[in-house]
């Protein structure tokens, strides 16, 4: 274990039970333990984390064993495995966050001008999505493609770059892709969202990361609409662009991932945001934070749940009007009117 990551595991096991009444809110303490069911923070009794203890070595200070699964670890591995992240400098960033300490600069890079000439070059020789293979990927998720989606565009050959493991030298594919334009509050291109697209199966191409990003996403957004008082904001491009389905009329922005949802800027104009969350812990925890975030801006936050995974699989497993359905009942009722489109019109 790195310094970096051995000081701030002992940091959090000084507050072990704050960290355990945070990320596993579904358990209870039960004398020297946190009792709970597993690091998804489902309730039950198989997972035990340790709340006292020397802070390093046996019988440490939050230690922590599922019985079930035989997983252990200390806290750290307990933020990753709760939140989604395989990286460790997004589980130390996501530690310092919730002890309340100040990011290293290292962790928060300006975007480089080389990527930003790179993103900027693939919109150059990018085109419309009408007629192309882009178009098809987000109709078979039952996706309408719609005038308005300006911020998307289609490229026939955008090059996949991966690595040799024997040799370490770089190799390249090429393979369409879906580009999604990532901006900022004053509507400056900040990065690029590729999705990698097999043309013969008319889904995500079969490379190992079919989604990459280039620039500075971290903030910003794919933007639809233009925001006023009331926006959504979600996780993935599908997301989005399925509760857009239901809710044309209003703004939305894809963060493009569970942490970048977390740490995504509201406009100032803003006095209501709709959080469209996904339905695993990282998806929860990424609509908590940026909840409480929007709420200690003056902004009323509310939550926007699926029934299935997210409300791509909503959409495509249950049909519009279950959509329709489930979004209704969360909207503040002046939003319906307001921004639900009329049966006649959502439905395909």
């Known amino acids: 274990m790195s310094s970096q990551a051995a000081e701030l595991a002992q940091r959090l096991a000084r507050s072990a039970e704050a960290v355990c009444r945070y990320y596993l809110s579904h358990g209870r303490r039960e004398g020297r333990y946190w009792i709970v069911g597993d690091v998804a923070n489902t309730p039950g009794r198989s997972l035990y984390v340790r709340l006292y203890g020397p802070l390093y070595g046996k019988g440490a200070a939050g230690h922590w064993t599922d019985a079930a699964t035989a997983q252990h670890g200390d806290l750290l591995d307990l933020i990753a495995l709760s939140c989604g992240l395989d990286r460790l400098a997004d589980v130390l960033t996501e530690a310092r ?82 580009l999604a334009t990532v901006t900022d509050l004053n509507g400056e291109v900040t990065g690029l969202q590729r999705t990698w697209l097999d043309p013969s199966s008319r889904d995500k191409a079969p490379v190992p990361s079919p989604r990459r990003a280039l620039g500075e996403i971290a903030g910003h957004g794919v933007r639809f609409g233009s925001v006023d008082d009331v ?51 990282p998806g929860w925890r990424a609509a908590q934070q940026l909840s409480c975030r929007a709420q200690a801006g003056g902004i009323d936050a509310i939550t926007l749940a699926p029934r299935l995974k997210d409300f791509n699989d909503d959409l495509r497993q249950l049909g519009v009007a279950a959509l329709r359905a489930t979004l209704r009942k969360q909207l503040v009722p002046e939003d319906v009117s307001r921004f639900m489109a009329s049966e006649a019109v959502t439905v395909r």
């Open 97 to 178: 966050r919730f002890l309340g300490l100040a990011q290293p600069a290292l962790l928060r890079p300006e975007p480089s001008d080389g990527l930003l000439d790179t993103a900027r070059r693939l919109l150059v020789m990018s085109y419309p999505l009408a007629g192309t293979v882009a178009e098809t990927y987000l109709r078979n998720r039952g996706i309408a493609i719609t005038p308005d989606l300006r911020t998307l565009r289609f490229h026939p050959r955008c090059f996949y770059r991966t690595t040799n493991e024997v040799t370490g030298a770089n190799c390249y594919e090429i393979w369409p892709a879906l």
């Open 231 to 281: 926006m959504a904001a979600g996780e993935g491009l599908e997301t989005v662009l399925s509760v857009r389905t239901v809710l044309p009329a209003m703004p939305m922005a894809a963060a493009l991932s569970a942490n970048h949802l977390a740490l995504f800027r509201p406009p100032p104009t803003l006095r209501r945001l709709y959080v469209a969350q996904d339905n695993d812990a």
